[in-house]
């Protein structure tokens, strides 16, 4: 059984930063794309970054773009979102996903991700 624990969330203030990191416990962890998605309270989770299993290629949510950037050191099997310039529109919990299958490109779909962790909650105040 996968496991993904989040970490690096917190109260921080409109136009602050923060940085989530996502631990795997998979060996293979090389060898999987992996993404973050959010949900806010009372809506559907939603993408927000995702990067393939050699970090050479990356996809953001069009409301993050410029924003946010994804990350991965696969030598320590971790995945990382850096946070600039946060918004309280970005108040969510934050959970990293790995996808289902080994390689391939970025996905961006909630259905294409196999393991979750429990997420890390950001809260942005105005």
């Known amino acids: 059984q996968v496991q993904l624990v989040e970490s690096g969330g917190g109260l921080v203030q409109a136009g602050g930063s923060l940085r989530l990191s996502c631990v795997s416990s998979?060996?293979?962890?090389?060898?999987?794309?992996m993404a973050w998605f959010r949900q806010a309270p009372g809506q559907e989770r939603e993408f927000v970054a995702a990067?393939?299993?050699?970090?050479?290629?990356?996809s953001y949510a069009e409301f993050v773009r410029g924003r946010c950037t994804i990350s991965r050191d696969n030598a320590k099997k971790e995945v990382y979102l850096q946070m600039n310039s946060l918004k309280p529109e970005d108040t969510a919990v934050y959970s990293c996903?790995?996808?289902?299958?080994?390689?391939?490109?970025?996905?961006?779909?909630?259905?294409?991700?196999?393991?979750w962790g429990r997420g890390t909650q950001v809260t942005v105040s105005s």
């Open positions: 990067i393939n299993w050699s970090g050479e290629f990356i």
């Open positions: 998979e060996r293979t962890f090389s060898s999987y794309g």
């Open positions: 996903a790995r996808a289902w299958t080994t390689f391939g490109n970025p996905r961006t779909r909630e259905y294409e991700y196999s393991n």
